[in-house]
């Protein structure tokens, strides 16, 4: 509580790659707190207490607006992806604050994606339904995280408005092995999304015969230590006006 009222948070940014370009389309935006005694904090430590503590929401709140407020600084059309706990998802404000927030930072809605996962529908059906038609109306991207771990993700697609499947990691994990299914699975993954007219984002890429792997199945864009680890903001803005990124 008094990191987030003390300017003591900070967001970092990983890049997410298109693949047939190789140029970044998507930042992805992780919340890092710089203690002033204890240094930086890491997001396992603090993530589970803010859960506990019912600040999650805050958090969240406070990383949303300042990732479109970081976003809107920055050249070209590059979007920026913002995770959406649960929590903040089943308040009925929450369109309303992504409304201000984009206002606020004037970000353009379609540079905003809003990374949920399948955590959300456990709340009221028509609650969900009805935050997704908000959110849908306010023009903004949504994606499915963690997509393949849970127990209902074809379900959800059903209905859920999503723009974009995230390959969880753990698929990408022995793709290159010809014992391993995980190739065949992320095949499957990658038409489905086609035809849905879904984008694809492998998470997790470490090694360059995950990334051929990748571009040979079809994903749309990738993610993970490879291209860059999640750096400041500050480090953002020197990349890409360097031509780095």
Same mark, same amino acid.
């Not at 456990?122 to 009805?130: H, R």
């Given at each position: ?7 003591? @948070? ?7 790659? +298109?693949? &047939? ?9 992780? $919340?890092?707190?710089? %203690? ?24 969240? +709140?406070? =990383? ?6 970081? *976003? ?14 649960? $929590? ?15 206002? %606020? ?18 709340? +009221?059906?028509? @609650? ?20 393949? *771990? ?8 059903? %209905? ?38 879904? +984008?694809?984002? &492998?998470?997790?890429?470490? =090694? ?5 792997? @990748? ?13 860059? &680890? ?16």
């Amino acid at each position: 509580r008094d990191a987030l009222g003390s300017d003591q @948070m900070r967001l970092a940014y990983q890049p997410i790659i +298109d693949t &047939a370009t190789n140029k970044v389309v998507t930042l992805e935006a992780f $919340a890092r707190w710089e %203690h002033p005694e204890m240094g930086n904090v890491p997001p396992s430590i603090f993530i589970p207490i803010a859960e506990e503590a019912n600040l999650i929401g805050a958090l969240g +709140d406070w =990383a949303l607006r300042q990732a479109c407020i970081d *976003t809107a600084q920055l050249p070209g059309g590059v979007k920026v992806a913002v995770n959406v706990s649960a $929590a903040q998802f089943s308040n009925p404000g929450f369109a309303s604050l992504v409304a201000q927030s984009l206002a %606020h930072s004037e970000l353009p809605p379609e540079r905003l994606e809003l990374e949920l996962t399948e955590s959300i529908f456990l709340g +009221d059906k028509a @609650m969900t339904e009805e935050m997704f038609t908000q959110l849908k109306m306010l023009g903004v991207r949504l994606a499915l995280d963690d997509f393949g *771990t849970g127990y209902s993700s074809l379900g959800y697609l059903q %209905h859920a408005p999503f723009d974009k499947i995230k390959i969880d990691k753990s698929f990408i994990q022995g793709v290159t092995d010809p014992s391993s299914r995980n190739s065949a699975i992320i095949s499957a993954i990658v038409s489905m999304a086609n035809a849905l007219k879904m +984008d694809t984002t &492998a998470e997790g890429i470490e =090694a360059h015969d995950e990334l051929d792997a @990748m571009r040979r199945l079809g994903v749309s864009q990738i993610q993970g230590y490879i291209y860059a &680890a999640a750096v400041s903001f500050e480090d953002v803005c020197e990349a890409m006006m360097s031509g780095d990124w």
